[in-house]
């Protein structure tokens, strides 16, 4: 679960370093900095905890380090909605991702609780500033968010297993 949770966090980073580094000059840059703020926050949390369980993190953080990358590098190159048509389709995945876990988690694990409860607040945040920024006004979105969920999807299921 924290190895999960750590490697879906360090790919959220690098998703929104690869749209920060393709929307250079867009007056989304600052809203798009906040969430990567948050993320790394996320990312650094994990990587407290990882040790702190006896958890080591994913052996596909280097694979997840290129792909979300490029994820958000080339969901950037269509435009700010597009950029923010993957972030809807990620967070959508991350918040039911974190809704199970804190199900699945009992009353010895309160902090861990506490620490997925207060990021999946953030990342619905997230999905609902990519939707008041026009997400929904991508080019085909409905095929770029449920392309983007099924690979996020795919990641956790790697991820669980490697």
């Known amino acids: ?11 959220a980073v ?4 690869g749209q920060l580094d393709a929307l250079k000059e867009s007056p989304k840059r600052d809203i798009i900095r906040h969430m990567a703020d948050q993320e790394i926050r996320h990312r650094e949390r994990f990587e ?3 040790p702190n369980r006896q958890v080591r993190p994913s052996i596909l953080v280097p694979f997840w380090h290129v792909a ?6 080339c ?18 995945v991350i918040d ?10 009992g009353p010895e694990d309160a902090d861990l ?4 409860e207060e990021f999946r607040i953030e990342e619905l945040e997230h999905r609902d500033t990519a ?4 997400a929904e006004g991508a080019p085909a979105y409905p095929l770029l968010t449920s392309s983007v969920r099924t690979a996020s999807r795919l990641a956790i299921w790697l991820t669980e297993r490697f």
């Open 75 to 92: 969901s950037a190159k269509f435009g700010e909605r597009a950029a923010m048509a993957c972030t809807v389709g990620v967070e959508e």
């Open 14 to 17: 690098r998703i929104y370093t």
């Open 131 to 134: 939707l008041e920024h026009d």
């Open 113 to 116: 609780i506490d620490t997925i």
């Open 96 to 105: 039911e991702h974190y809704a199970n876990q804190a199900k699945r988690l």
């Open 48 to 50: 407290e905890i990882l």
């Open 1 to 11: 679960m924290i190895r999960v949770d750590h490697a879906g966090e360090y790919g």
């Open 68 to 73: 979300g990358y490029l994820l958000g590098y």
